[in-house]
């Protein structure tokens, strides 16, 4: 048998497998090192939109927030007053505690109406004052009476003003509880409902003793 033929054969197959290995190494060298980013498709999440939620609120989050910042902003300003002018250290012990508790629910309830492009209310701004709007919010007249006591009549003032404020306070919560849609101030409200509804049976008691 003539084995010319399939030698000829065989070199032709060889040399058919070494144009594709050279054509295969050209395109490589072709896409400036950057193969990957044209042969591998993108990553699936490159694109997609974010999945973390952010929370949705509606405009009763917006009132409790404008609203209690100011609120809490009084309750701080006559709690600063009791440590100068109480003559109990337990009316003081427990003013230290109403402003350690409303400071930072402050800030928070800042940083949310910041988030949502709403104005930040300033210094007692965004409540009208006195008995009539349901708020607990004192007005200027009985401020400055508060700010004029001293001692024993001091205290006793404090607690009754106070007492007042709170109720204000927690019936603002109730609201946002039934009407609020962002979960942060829901649980706000409920925390603010629990600790105010103990402080007044507190300041109750308190009374109860001068």
Aim: charged letters at 20%.
């Amino acid at each position: 048998m003539n084995a010319t033929p399939f030698r000829l054969r065989r070199r032709a197959a060889l040399a058919t497998a070494s144009t594709a290995v050279a054509a295969l190494a050209l395109t490589a060298c072709g896409d400036d090192g950057n193969s990957s980013a044209t042969s591998a498709p993108p990553p699936a999440t490159a694109s997609a939109p974010a999945t973390v939620p952010t929370g949705e609120h509606n405009q009763a989050d917006v009132t409790f927030a404008q609203g209690m910042i100011p609120h809490h902003r009084q309750a701080i300003l006559m709690s600063e007053m009791a440590q100068t002018h109480a003559a109990s250290d337990e009316v003081k012990a427990l003013a230290a505690k109403i402003k350690k508790a409303q400071d930072p629910e402050i800030a928070t309830m800042t940083g949310w109406l910041k988030a949502w492009g709403e104005k930040v209310p300033t210094g007692m701004d965004g409540m009208d004052g006195g008995d009539h709007d349901g708020s607990g919010m004192m007005d200027d007249q009985r401020m400055d009476m508060l700010r004029g006591a001293s001692g024993t009549a001091f205290d006793t003032m404090f607690l009754t003003m106070m007492i007042e404020h709170h109720e204000g306070a927690v019936e603002m919560a109730k609201t946002e509880k039934a009407e609020g849609a962002y979960g942060p101030a829901k649980t706000l409200a409920d925390d603010i409902i629990t600790a105010q509804t103990t402080e007044i049976a507190q300041m109750k008691t308190m009374l109860g003793k001068s």
